[in-house]
């Protein structure tokens, strides 16, 4: 089992920026697929983007596409999401999660989560 703490969310205006970081404890970030959810108030969790274990590959949702961008630094053990462009519609918690799996945008898989970080984007 892996510990997930994300970091990074606050309020930003429409077409900012804002990169969060999720730090992993318990077990090497690199051997996982990691993820990136979020949920809006009102609405259920969707994914976001994932980076796939030992490969790098990376899935994006199409809504997120050519906006933000996920890396993984395993020095640090640490995942992040760059977000630009930001819209409203992005307000949402953002969540982390890691699973064994090769499989990375089916909420299902994924075991271990963070608590979220919440992004507000101000229209």
């Known amino acids: 089992q892996v510990q997930l703490v994300e970091s990074g969310g606050g309020l930003v205006q429409a077409g900012g920026s804002l990169r969060l970081s999720c730090a992993a404890s318990?077990?090497?970030?690199?051997?996982?697929?990691m993820g990136w959810f979020r949920q809006a108030p009102g609405k259920e969790r969707k994914f976001v983007a994932a980076i796939i274990r030992s490969g790098g590959s990376t899935y994006y949702a199409d809504s997120v596409k050519g906006r933000f961008t996920i890396s993984r630094d395993s020095a640090k053990d640490t995942v992040y999401l760059q977000m630009n462009s930001l819209k409203p519609e992005d307000t949402a918690v953002y969540y982390c999660?890691?699973?064994?799996?090769?499989?990375?945008?089916?909420?299902?898989?994924?075991?271990?989560w963070g608590q979220g970080t919440q992004v507000t984007v101000s229209s």
């Open positions: 318990g077990g090497t970030s690199s051997t996982y697929t």
């Open positions: 999660a890691a699973t064994t799996s090769w499989i990375a945008t089916n909420e299902a898989v994924y075991r271990d």
